[in-house]
């Protein structure tokens, strides 16, 4: 059952207050409407945004469901805003052949709270020696178009070529997890005078960019697409800035976590600190924000990593890395663009919505609302503030490394194909068709 909607007064991506008609999962109008017997949605003072395209989420299943599960996941993507997310294919067994991935596509239909593309890996287990099965998983019912180990990275430059002219002929991409393994054997965090002062193993910041510098030639030499995941660095930056203006067919994203953090959380040495790539400094901090307003960094991407207490709760060196993600990205990329006075609503929808769903090719998302299109879409309180309770949070995982935090904006509605799958700032608990 989809009733007919009328969301009123919302000020439609910061361009001034309409209302908007949705019917059969459709903008059917947009202007000064009456409700006519429809079901609405008072949005005064509250912004409507594209629904959030995540690039970048763990889902954990089918393998790790002690830690999270498409059900739990998607849930937590949509408290956060999120239309569409993108699940990684570092899952038991690994998203490596047509019938994995198309198992999870099915549970994210199951579940019904957002839409979820799943990436294919590109190499069988994540092992980076032999290409995984990418056009079986191209041509299945998951119609796969993005492919990435991460996790690892693709850090043969052999199986990278091979991997970049196959997804060519079908105009997918590879999305790298740009690491060159040699150079962080054994790292814990970033290095530098932190690094030094803790007596922790260093990641240098040259094992992220010296992969990035040769995946923008494998991509120019190739004419096929690279996406650069999770980059870090000021250096990481300079090198695709450089490379787009060659026109080079590179995309980068940027998580929240590296937008807001710093090395110098781990003092603490709380394991929910520990990410892949680790926490920089505050100087590579600043360069990120400029480049992500100014589109070097293409988008927003969460890296939502949920983990199990017995992968957290323990000594930093045992823990696995990572953070979660998407029920504080939106909040967090308000920050990081200004802040909810002086943030372009329209740019956030660019970076949050728009440009990934370009990339992964999600075309009934990151779309506009205008007559015609799928009503998928988030209405967020530019004016309200929330703190972060782990308890709180959709997510099966605890590991937010935002507890107690105090952050802007808040999610007040989210509709996927028309269907509220939050309502009131809490989740929808109908939401299957």
């Not at 947009?30 to 017997?37: K, N, P, V």
């Not at 510098?213 to 250096?235: I, M, N, P, Q």
């Not at 740019?347 to 075309?363: D, F, N, V």
């Not at 995982?397 to 105090?406: F, I, K, L, Q």
């Amino acid at each position: 059952m989809n009733p007919v909607k009328l969301i009123k007064s919302a000020n439609l991506i910061g361009r001034g207050r309409q209302d908007v008609l949705v019917r059969d999962g459709r903008v059917a109008e947009i202007g000064s409407l009456r409700d006519a017997g429809a079901e609405v949605v008072d949005a005064d003072g509250l912004v409507l945004l594209p629904g959030l395209v995540d690039l970048h989420t763990h889902l954990r299943e089918p393998g790790r469901e002690d830690a999270e599960t498409v059900l739990t996941g998607t849930r937590a993507a949509a408290k956060g805003g999120y239309t569409a997310v993108c699940a990684m294919a570092n899952s038991y067994p690994v998203a490596d052949t047509a019938g994995v991935v198309e198992q999870v596509a099915a549970l994210g239909r199951a579940a019904g709270y957002a839409d979820v593309q799943p990436i294919g890996a590109v190499s069988i287990g994540l092992e980076g020696r032999q290409l995984a099965e990418i056009g079986a998983m191209a041509q299945s019912a998951a119609a796969v178009r993005m492919f990435s180990d991460d996790g690892h990275c693709v850090h043969d430059p052999v199986l990278m070529r091979r991997a970049l002219e196959y997804v060519k002929t079908f105009g997918g991409i590879i999305a790298q997890h740009a690491e060159e393994p040699r150079l962080t054997e054994g790292a814990q965090m970033n290095e530098g005078a932190v690094s030094a002062e803790l007596g922790l193993p260093g990641w240098p910041s040259v094992a992220e960019e010296a992969i990035i510098a040769r995946d923008v030639l494998l991509a120019e030499y190739t004419g096929a697409r690279v996406h650069f995941c999770h980059v870090s660095t000021a250096r990481s930056v300079a090198i695709i800035r450089e490379a787009k203006a060659r026109g080079v067919q590179i995309t980068a994203e940027v998580c929240p976590h590296h937008l807001l953090l710093t090395d110098e959380a781990a003092r603490s040495y709380d394991p929910v600190y520990k990410v892949n790539p680790p926490l920089r400094q505050e100087s590579d901090v600043a360069v990120l924000r400029a480049a992500l307003a100014e589109g070097v960094i293409d988008a927003v991407a969460t890296d939502h990593a949920p983990h199990a207490p017995q992968d957290k709760e323990c000594e930093w060196a045992a823990a696995r890395p990572g953070m979660l993600g998407l029920e504080t990205a939106l909040s967090i990329s308000v920050a990081a663009l200004g802040g909810p006075d002086d943030v372009d609503w329209d740019l956030l929808a660019e970076r949050t919505s728009r440009t990934p769903a370009r990339i992964a090719g999600l075309e009934a998302h990151g779309r506009d609302p205008e007559p015609g299109v799928e009503a998928n879409f988030t209405l967020v309180d530019p004016s309200a503030t929330w703190t972060v309770v782990p308890e709180g949070l959709a997510s099966l995982s605890r590991n937010t490394p935002y507890a107690g935090m105090e952050l802007p904006v808040t999610v007040e509605a989210t509709f996927l194909r028309g269907r509220a799958t939050v309502l009131n700032g809490k989740i929808a608990e109908e939401t299957t068709e």
